[in-house]
Nanobody
Framework: QVRLVESGGGVVRTGGSLRLSCAAS?????????IGWFRQVPGKEREGISC????????YYADSVKGRFTISRDNAKNTVYLKMNDMTPEDRAVYYCATGQTDCPSMLHTTTPLALMDYWGKGILVIVSS
């Protein structure tokens, strides 16, 4: 089992910044070398927004967040971060981190993320006030 725990959510003003963390643990974590961030707005599908390869640090972004969000990792802490800058009300969502055996581009383009990914965090709410 892999356990993923998100933290760092909350309320931020439009144009502001927030950093989310995803702490990973579990005996089988070594079998996964990538972690993705997803978000979901009520009434909409969960979408992949960013992914990182834990080994070489390669990063991937959806167009909706490219240039504003930065994903990074601290392998010593088994933690992946998502720094969100220049936030807008459209960024309001529940944010999840997840891991699976699929490649990062597939994580960002999948229409069935729940079926694709093996482990999910419980999610954390981010609110952007105007």
């Amino acid at each position: 089992q892999v356990r993923l725990v998100e933290s760092g959510g909350g309320v931020v003003r439009t144009g502001g910044s927030l950093r989310l963390s995803c702490a990973a643990s579990g005996g089988t974590l070594k079998d996964y070398d990538r972690i993705g961030w997803f978000r979901q707005v009520p009434g909409k599908e969960r979408e992949g927004i960013s992914c990182i390869i834990l080994g070489d640090g390669s990063t991937y972004y959806a167009d909706s967040v490219k240039g504003r969000f930065t994903i990074s990792r601290d392998n010593a802490k088994n933690t992946v971060y998502l720094k969100m800058n220049d936030m807008t009300p459209e960024d309001r969502a529940v944010y999840y981190c997840a891991t699976g055996q699929t490649d990062c581009p597939s994580m960002l383009h999948t229409t069935t993320p729940l079926a694709l990914m093996d482990y999910w965090g419980k999610g954390i709410l981010v609110i952007v006030s105007s």
